[in-house]
């Protein structure tokens, strides 16, 4: 059975053993701040879909039209 001796020192060892992880994530960004940071890149990725989509419409506009120009002017 563990005393208060045994606990003292596996708490000293886990604390050691913490400080250098702690340093490593003390620049990380908390849960809500990631989050919000996702929701922010999400919104643009889907911004960015969405033009995507349009642009491919009016490619493909664009092409008919020219197909359509070259059998009436051949070279």
Known sequence: ML???DIEIIEDI???KLE???G???HLPTKDEFFQWMDKIMGELQEI???L???HGQIDDHENRITSLEK???N
């Open 3 to 5: 005393n208060k001796q």
């Open 49 to 51: 879909r969405e033009e």
């Open 14 to 16: 886990f604390d050691r």
């Open 20 to 22: 250098p992880v702690e």
């Open 53 to 55: 989509t349009v642009s």
């Open 24 to 26: 490593k994530i003390s």
């Open 72 to 74: 009436f002017h051949p």
